[in-house]
């Protein structure tokens, strides 16, 4: 079975973009930051980037409460993409994004000043 959780923070905004297919997407970076203990008993960070990809109604819902460093679960599958490039066949691994939960709903709602964050998830304003 193929899925992913990643518990972390946006670094990158989504930016919607349009596929020839007409569909949409969104690509985004998501960084995970962990504890971790070296050989000599030192504990210190370690934080991994994982390249994101939704599409449609999931992408759409993210470009509405998007913002920097928001703290998210993310759950999806990991998916390759092989192209050629100068050549060369290029392989890139990234998360495609099945859903998503905002962490800090708190924040969110200080921020853009709104009661509910799931009612400006769900409205269907954008494009």
């Known amino acids: 079975m193929n899925k992913i959780t990643i518990i972390g923070s946006i670094k990158t905004l989504p930016r919607m973009k349009k596929a020839d297919s007409g569909n949409v ?10 504890k971790v203990t070296n050989v000599s008993g030192e504990t210190r960070e370690k934080t991994d980037m994982f390249n994101c990809i939704a ?3 999931i992408a759409k ?3 509405r409460v998007a913002y920097s460093n928001m703290k998210l679960a993310v759950y999806g599958t990991a ?3 092989n192209y050629r490039q100068n050549g060369t066949w290029v392989s890139v691994w990234q998360v495609k994004i099945e859903d998503f939960e ?6 969110y709602r200080q921020i853009n000043n ?3 964050i799931d009612e ?6 954008i494009f």
């Open 25 to 34: 997407y969104i690509q985004c970076m998501i960084s995970c930051t962990d």
């Open 55 to 57: 599409w449609n109604d």
């Open 61 to 63: 819902r993210m470009t």
């Open 79 to 81: 998916t390759t993409t």
């Open 102 to 107: 905002v962490l800090d709903k708190l924040k």
């Open 114 to 116: 709104v009661k509910d």
């Open 120 to 125: 400006i998830a769900e409205s269907d304003d």
